[in-house]
């Protein structure tokens, strides 16, 4: 497996917004689809946006409060967050998948993750 390598999590007052990173190998992020995903304790791992070329797709819980996008000299992958919520609180990993997919099981590669919390 190709590692990810996710950063930009932190402490954010609901209402606010942050920006994860996601770097991968030329390789990864060249011939894949990327995406972010996350965890909150005790719930399954959930997709948020995905990102292929200049096509994206996201959650409906994160859809029009997130935005996924790449830059390709960099290798780097990054999902702004704005209007956090509480809700938004959890573990967020970067995958990298060979299709188009919102599954988990689909995507070989994955970060170490980063946490994000949001406080009320």
């Known amino acids: 497996q190709v590692p990810l390598v996710e950063s930009g999590g932190g402490l954010v007052q609901a209402g606010g917004s942050l920006r994860l990173s996601c770097i991968a190998s030329e390789v990864t992020f060249s011939t894949n689809t990327m995406a972010w995903f996350r965890q909150a304790p005790g719930n399954e791992r959930e997709f948020v946006a995905g990102?292929?070329?200049?096509?994206?797709y996201y959650g409906d819980s994160v859809s029009g409060r997130f935005t996924v996008s790449r830059d390709n000299p960099s290798n780097t992958v990054y999902l702004q967050m704005n209007s956090l919520k509480p809700e938004d609180t959890a573990v967020y990993y970067c995958?990298?998948?060979?299709?188009?997919?919102?599954?988990?099981?689909?995507?070989?590669?994955w970060g170490q993750g980063t946490q994000v919390t949001v406080s009320s």
């Open positions: 990102i292929r070329w200049d096509s994206t």
């Open positions: 995958a990298a998948s060979p299709t188009i997919s919102r599954r988990p099981q689909d995507f070989r590669s």
